[in-house]
């Protein structure tokens, strides 16, 4: 089954700085890519997503970039702010009766 | 419109009581899951359903049961509690798998 592995756990970046956090995955089939973010006490809400026909989504700061040909994707949030520290997850899905596979989660601390 | 909503919020239980954790979407979604998310880990699935009637396992689906009688509804069972199964059980559905999920606000489930 599909197999999706996410760096770093954790991430302390310097508000104003850029984090990237970056996912693989392993079934050439997923064609689908979302990000999810996790506040503190909160359910993961959806932040950003991409397919397989598209090579980079960009959304005000945030920017997700996939790379079919190296199976992996990563988020790209530039000018970081303290709201944006949270828990990360990315996932990968095929789609049909499959399921989606979630990545472990990186821990984003932004740093006034 | 509700979205996904699961009840009950908190719950203790002890060793060997049996519950249902309800989780309801009014958003004609095809695809259900619960997952599990024990402190500083990630999203771990228990079941899911890609519709009515139809439902598998996940990666950790020991000790829970799930069904799916209609669209709209899809409770997750603890047959035996353990403290093991103390934990935060989010629900998330979506059209289907290749589509944002959106989720519960979770369940807070302990075990004594």
Request: proline share 5%; hydrophobic share 30%; with cysteine.
């Given at each position: 089954?599909e197999?999706v592995?996410q760096?770093?756990?954790?991430?302390?970046v310097?508000?104003?700085?850029?984090?990237?956090?970056?996912?693989?995955?392993?079934?050439?089939?997923?064609?689908y890519?979302?990000?999810?973010?996790?506040?503190l006490g909160?359910?993961?809400?959806?932040?950003?997503?991409?397919?397989?026909?598209?090579?980079?989504?960009?959304?005000?700061?945030?920017?997700?970039?996939?790379?079919?040909?190296?199976?992996?994707?990563?988020?790209?949030?530039t000018?970081?702010?303290?709201?944006?520290?949270?828990?990360y997850?990315?996932?990968?899905?095929k789609?049909?009766?499959?399921?989606?596979?979630?990545?472990?989660?990186?821990?984003l601390?932004?740093?006034? | 419109?509700?979205?996904?909503?699961?009840?009950?919020?908190?719950?203790?239980?002890?060793?060997?009581?049996?519950?249902?954790?309800?989780?309801?979407?009014d958003?004609?979604?095809e695809?259900?899951?619960?997952?599990?998310?024990d402190p500083?880990?990630?999203?771990?699935?228990?079941?899911?359903s890609?519709?009515?009637?139809?439902?598998?396992?996940?990666?950790v689906?020991?000790?829970?049961?799930?069904?799916?009688?209609?669209?709209e509804?899809?409770?997750?069972?603890?047959?035996?509690?353990?403290?093991?199964q103390t934990?935060?059980?989010?629900?998330?559905?979506?059209?289907?798998?290749?589509?944002?999920?959106h989720?519960?606000?979770?369940?807070?489930l302990?075990i004594l």
């Amino acid at each position: 089954g599909e197999n999706v592995e996410q760096h770093p756990s954790t991430l302390s970046v310097q508000e104003g700085d850029s984090a990237v956090i970056k996912c693989t995955y392993s079934d050439s089939a997923s064609n689908y890519f979302p990000w999810y973010k996790q506040e503190l006490g909160k359910r993961p809400q959806l932040i950003i997503d991409i397919r397989s026909n598209v090579g980079e989504k960009k959304d005000q700061r945030i920017a997700v970039t996939l790379n079919k040909t190296a199976k992996h994707f990563s988020l790209h949030i530039t000018e970081t702010q303290p709201e944006d520290s949270a828990v990360y997850f990315c996932a990968a899905s095929k789609g049909g009766y499959q399921k989606v596979t979630f990545g472990t989660g990186t821990k984003l601390q932004v740093i006034p | 419109n509700a979205g996904v909503t699961q009840t009950p919020k908190f719950q203790v239980l002890k060793t060997g009581q049996s519950m249902t954790l309800q989780c309801a979407q009014d958003m004609n979604h095809e695809y259900m899951s619960w997952y599990r998310q024990d402190p500083g880990m990630g999203l771990r699935l228990i079941h899911y359903s890609v519709g009515a009637g139809i439902t598998d396992q996940g990666e950790v689906p020991n000790g829970y049961n799930v069904s799916r009688s209609t669209t709209e509804d899809f409770p997750l069972r603890l047959l035996s509690a353990a403290p093991s199964q103390t934990s935060v059980y989010f629900c998330a559905s979506s059209y289907v798998s290749n589509q944002p999920q959106h989720f519960g606000d979770g369940t807070r489930l302990s075990i004594l």
